[in-house]
């Protein structure tokens, strides 16, 4: 059997889990790829989600061989058979745990981007990975999660050796693997798409976790859709990731900037707080890789609003997304092609935030019909007047908010965050009007 990606891996895994619905889980990805799969169990599971960062601490003058493990917050095991065997001196084994532990450190601080670990004493670890070949890692992960005060630890994967279970049992309380074949070189052959993951992927599926546990649940794990798609737009393909809250009646289209990506940081922390709000959210490239090297495909406005037409086509067309009110959020760039494809005759947008827009790359605002929101910084010279400009050429009802201390990409503490906010409040107040006038 093949996983299509680690998404279907995780819900198939996620479904063989489901057991453990009614004790307390922690979900424990292991960075990067495990993490996505690690997702869809959490979110099944309606159970915290968090990363278990380990190193193998590797014999001095054989690295392969593992003498112990360290993970975060100090936690080191140690095995004593191998520490003896070899005649280990502390000296050593004090240096290649610093090495290590520098190692655990740094990825910690990139993945975790300041939030704490989740506690695990007295709870049961469920340590999720997107397969196993030889299992050192995962050996040493679930040792680190017991030495964290896991009660059980329970390790779980989409596909591993045949002899998965005994090589583990040492470690882990129960290994739960969906597929063992018999023939088994590398986990990339049992997945379709294989693509590495991201540091940024991991933290964004974090922060979302985190965001679903915030919310009533439905009663049903798949009542929200979240899924990754594949649209073609102006004869090129391009990606997205499509979250559509249980019961939502609206759905906001996000169009990012220059050099950025579906998988911008800043767009997710404002998705998250939309679909807190149940607001639909689709963010997608504009652009191909290749197109996003040529700046003449950068700064082509009347592209990217072409293909951001497209895609509400797209999204008119899809059974799930057919009724929703569509909004459109834009960022530099991505804020004029927003202006833009709203000014087309019939467009069937009702409303537009722009945050940090470039609205004077975007031709015919006199002709945009949905209620516009302009976010700008306060520091943000240049692009302030150029919204100030576009304020009085918009015949629609249209604002412009000031975001005070924010700089252009509003890095400031708590700057993102006010845009965000403001954006739920308009998009809330704009697309729930539409709907009830429809």
Not at 203 to 215: E, I, N, P, Y
Not at 257 to 277: D, F
Not at 336 to 348: D, I, N, T
Not at 368 to 395: K, S
């Amino acid at each position: 059997m093949a996983f299509a990606n680690r998404v279907d891996a995780g819900r198939g895994l996620a479904a063989a889990l489901e057991r453990f619905a009614d004790e307390d889980v922690v979900v424990l990805g292991l960075p990067r790829g495990g993490v996505p799969v690690a997702f869809e169990v959490a979110k099944t599971l309606h159970a915290p989600l968090d990363v278990l960062v380990v190193r193998k601490l590797g014999v001095p003058f054989q690295p392969e061989l593992a003498m112990g493990a360290v993970g975060e917050s100090g936690v080191e095991v140690l095995n004593d058979r191998v520490l003896g065997d070899m005649q280990i001196s502390e000296e050593e084994i004090a240096a290649v745990e610093q090495r290590e532990r520098e190692v655990v450190d740094r990825r910690v601080g990139r993945l975790r981007a300041g939030r704490p670990p989740v506690p695990l004493e007295g709870r049961t670890a469920l340590v999720v990975d997107d397969g196993i070949a030889t299992g050192s890692t995962a050996r040493a992960a679930c040792q680190v999660a017991r030495a964290k005060g896991a009660r059980r630890v329970v390790l779980a994967v989409p596909v591993g050796p045949p002899d998965l279970a005994g090589r583990l049992a040492d470690s882990a309380d129960e290994v739960v693997c969906l597929e063992t074949p018999s023939v088994f070189f590398a986990i990339g052959e049992f997945y379709t798409d294989f693509a590495q993951t991201s540091d940024e992927q991991v933290t964004d599926l974090l922060a979302r976790a985190s965001a679903l546990l915030d919310r009533p649940q439905t009663g049903d794990p798949h009542g929200d859709l979240d899924q990754e798609v594949r649209l073609t737009v102006r004869h090129a393909g391009v990606s997205g990731h499509l979250t559509v809250p249980d019961g939502a009646r609206s759905l906001v289209i996000f169009a990012h900037g220059s050099g950025s990506s579906r998988h911008s940081p800043r767009n997710r922390q404002i998705a998250r707080v939309l679909n807190t709000a149940g607001l639909g959210t689709l963010l997608f490239d504009l652009l191909t890789p290749d197109e996003e090297r040529d700046g003449a495909h950068v700064f082509d406005v009347e592209l990217l609003a072409q293909r951001l037409r497209d895609v509400t086509g797209w999204v008119r067309a899809q059974p799930a997304t057919a009724a929703l009110a569509v909004g459109y959020f834009g960022a530099s760039t991505g804020a004029a092609a927003a202006l833009r494809a709203a000014a087309f005759p019939g467009s069937a947008v009702n409303a537009v935030v722009s945050r940090g827009g470039r609205p004077d790359l975007a031709a015919g605002l006199d002709q945009v019909r949905a209620p516009t929101l302009l976010i700008v910084g306060e520091h943000d010279e240049l692009v302030l007047g150029l919204n100030q400009q576009a304020l009085g050429q918009l015949r629609c009802e249209a604002r412009l908010t000031v975001v005070p201390g924010a700089t252009h990409l509003f890095e400031e503490p708590g700057a993102l965050q006010v845009v965000a906010e403001l954006a739920r409040d308009w998009f809330v107040t704009h697309l729930m009007a539409s709907r009830t006038a429809v």
